[in-house]
């Protein structure tokens, strides 16, 4: 299975206070099917569907739906990089539109300052599933499909970030023991995150996927 992420950027940044207290939500489309998107994935509705249904039950329901910010590097959601939770996810035609409560937690906290400086922030969800490419070119994500959430928060990747965002989605990742193994990227990951030049980094890129192809 793959590591797959999709990017959305325009969703809203709303304040909603209750008995006094100011709350940040996160609302927005986060997931869309049946439609061909800019990483030439598409997600049939009815696979989507049942996937959302068993997420929200599972997570969404019991308050264990939760993001991170930044782009992690599998699909484990690390709690140390927790910064909100998913309160709602509701089918809307095609689309599924999505409500995340930031949380009081460190990344939370930075996350809410970002927005209340006015940086622009998306969301990207984060799941696993085989693709399937058609004669046309587009990648069909397979019935195994599994979300690891419904949203992360990310800005704009720089250029290394989508480097190794390639390379992670290129992973394979497999069960172990009941638990969700990368088979080797996170070498190769920290290696391009200790280039600090652009010119370092297009040096040294070949080499790097080269030795990554070699360990697969």
Known sequence: M???????????FIVEERNGKKHMYIEGVFLQGDIKNRNGRMYPMECLRREVQRYSENHVN???ALGELGHPEGPTVNLDRVSHKIVSLKENGTNFIGK????????????ESLISEGVKLGVSSR?????KQTREGVNIVGDDFM???????????SAPDAFVEGIMEGKNWVW?????????????????????????????????????LNTL
């Open 2 to 12: 793959k590591l797959i992420r999709e990017e959305i950027e325009s969703v809203d």
């Open 62 to 64: 019991s308050g264990r």
């Open 100 to 111: 995340a409560k930031i949380l009081s937690t460190p990344m939370g906290k930075i996350a």
């Open 127 to 131: 799941g696993i599933g085989s693709l």
């Open 147 to 157: 979300l690891s959430t419904a949203a992360d928060i990310v800005a704009d990747p």
């Open 176 to 212: 172990d023991g009941g638990i969700l193994r990368e088979q080797q990227a996170t070498k190769t990951y920290k290696q391009i995150n200790t280039l600090v030049t652009q010119k370092q980094l297009d040096e040294q890129k070949l080499n790097l996927f080269n030795n990554f």
